[in-house]
């Protein structure tokens, strides 16, 4: 393992820059000003402003090979399985299996950095929860949700959601349990490289490695047979997510206007109290 290096300056010279158009019909309804405002922002998560933080050249080759492998681990262990997965097995994996082929010393480096940054820097401003690239899932403390292809921790976790398809009934779901560091990796990884290698854009998304509450404990739930449009604001007309509300007991993590940068997740069930 290489030193921790702050992407923001370490990078540079691979091709970190900042976005050069701004997104001109935010820019004229509220000012630059607004602009600027994280909030703002995250209304609008899936615009470029002229400050995000964009890997390019070398930097955007290797966000692609980082993405491709970490891919290619998923189908070989599993959707679930993947989950639960933490990074030095992914590093074996990928070694063992000419199907992946092992992780180059740059590519190391270069997920160590994603995770090591302060996620501030491309205007996320949630704790991080997971402060290691190692830290691992027990598999004593977690349970296979059956029908849903996801783990939830035992206890709390566990608890609540039972309770919640006790209360709301069998056509909500869950849609995504456990996530370690490696699948959050992931996840982040593939939405900056759809943004064309926007890590602003993709921490409007989603929490970055590290500082999802998926790793701990939190989990999202949706309703059966609604598809990809559980992870959009669609889900907070269902009636389903009326019913979360009006149970009372239920916490979404980041609500409208949150202040931690990142776009509005109804389905997102906040379980750890922080």
């Not at 849903?148 to 035992?154: L, R, S």
Request: proline content about 3%; cysteine-free.
């Amino acid at each position: 393992m290489v030193s921790r290096r702050d992407l923001l300056r370490t990078m540079i010279a691979g091709g970190v820059v900042a976005a050069t158009q701004p997104t001109i019909a935010v820019a004229s309804a509220v000012g630059d000003t607004g602009v600027r405002d994280f909030i703002t922002k995250s209304k609008n998560f899936n615009m470029t402003f002229t400050d995000d933080i964009i890997l390019r050249g070398g930097q955007y080759r290797l966000l692609k090979q980082v993405t491709n492998r970490l891919s290619k681990i998923q189908s070989l262990v599993g959707y679930a399985n993947f989950a639960l997965l933490n990074f030095d097995a992914a590093i074996q994996y990928a070694a063992k299996y000419s199907s992946v082929g092992a992780f180059t010393n740059s590519e190391k480096d270069f997920l160590e950095q994603i995770f090591y940054t302060n996620a501030h820097d491309y205007g996320f401003f949630g704790e991080k929860i997971l402060t290691r690239l190692t830290d691992g899932i027990p598999s004593r403390d977690v349970k296979k949700v059956r029908g849903t292809g996801h783990f939830i921790y035992k206890g709390d976790s566990q608890r609540l959601y039972n309770k919640i398809r006790k209360d709301v009934g069998n056509t909500i779901i869950l849609t995504s349990g456990i996530r370690g560091v490696v699948k959050q990796m992931y996840l982040f990884l593939s939405k900056a490289l759809g943004a064309g290698g926007n890590l602003s854009k993709a921490a409007r998304s989603l929490a970055p490695p590290g500082h999802s509450f998926h790793g701990v404990g939190d989990f999202d739930v949706g309703k059966r047979g609604y598809g990809y449009r559980n992870f959009t604001a669609d889900f907070s007309n269902t009636v389903e997510f009326k019913r979360l509300k009006e149970l009372g007991y239920v916490k979404i993590r980041y609500p409208e206007e949150n202040p931690f940068g990142v776009r509005y997740e109804p389905w997102h069930i906040k379980v750890v109290k922080i």
